[in-house]
T-cell receptor, first 112, second 113 residues
Framework: GENVEQHPSTLSVQEGDSAVIKCTYS??????FPWYKQELGKGPQLIID?????GEKKDQRIAVTLNKTAKHFSLHITETQPEDSAVYFC???????????FGRGTSLIVHP | GAGVSQSPSNKVTEKGKDVELRCDPI?????LYWYRQSLGQGLEFLIY????????KSGLPSDRFSAERTGGSVSTLTIQRTQQEDSAVYLC???????????FGAGTRLSVL
């Protein structure tokens, strides 16, 4: 089955800096890669996703890149703000499956 | 309701007791998922319901865990003879179809003493 590794487990940045979270996956058949943000006491919320026919996708301060050859994808947050502080999860879904495999999460702390 | 609703939000139980966790998905969503989130861990898939199809139970960790979905809407996750290692946050999610965006509830935090 699919295996997703996520790094780092904790990331601390100053407000205004950029943050990058990286994930690798094992199944070359995976074709859908969502990113979720989980705030304290809440369920994960989808913030951006990318499919395997696209190399990069951007939504305001958030961007995701995908390298299918290397089987890794990354989340980039620019101009970080304190409200970006949360746990971020990456996930990968194999073609034909409706069950994403999640990474272990990255706790992002943005210091004002 | 506007989102996925889970109840109770917190549950404390004694080892060996049975517990039931409830999930109300977004109206009209045919797909429903249960996940377990242990401290410092990712989301562990438990079970997936899609319409009237047989559920995918491949993630259930033991036969003490079971789930049902009545009328294609509300789902109940049951854990029998709870153990301390069952302590975790249990998350439910729903989506319009299997390939659509998943909406998560806030979860039920289960503590087994």
């Amino acid at each position: 089955g699919e295996n997703v590794e996520q790094h780092p487990s904790t990331l601390s940045v100053q407000e205004g800096d950029s943050a990058v979270i990286k994930c690798t996956y094992s199944d070359s058949a995976s074709n859908y890669f969502p990113w979720y943000k989980q705030e304290l006491g809440k369920g994960p919320q989808l913030i951006i996703d990318i499919r395997s026919n696209v190399g990069e996708k951007k939504d305001q301060r958030i961007a995701v890149t995908l390298n299918k050859t290397a089987k890794h994808f990354s989340l980039h947050i620019t101009e970080t703000q304190p409200e970006d502080s949360a746990v971020y999860f990456c996930a990968a879904t194999s073609g034909g499956s409706y069950i994403p495999t999640f990474g272990r999460g990255t706790s992002l702390i943005v210091h004002p | 309701g506007a989102g996925v609703s889970q109840s109770p939000s917190n549950k404390v139980t004694e080892k060996g007791k049975d517990v039931e966790l409830r999930c109300d998905p977004i109206s009209g969503h045919t797909a429903l998922y249960w996940y377990r989130q242990s401290l410092g861990q990712g989301l562990e898939f438990l079970i997936y319901f899609q319409g009237n199809s047989a559920p995918d139970k491949s993630g259930l960790p033991s036969d003490r865990f079971s789930a049902e979905r009545t009328g294609g809407s509300v789902s109940t996750l049951t854990i029998q003879r709870t153990q301390q290692e069952d302590s975790a946050v249990y998350l439910c999610a729903s989506s319009l179809g299997g390939s659509d965006e998943r909406y998560f509830g806030a979860g039920t935090r289960l503590s087994v003493l």
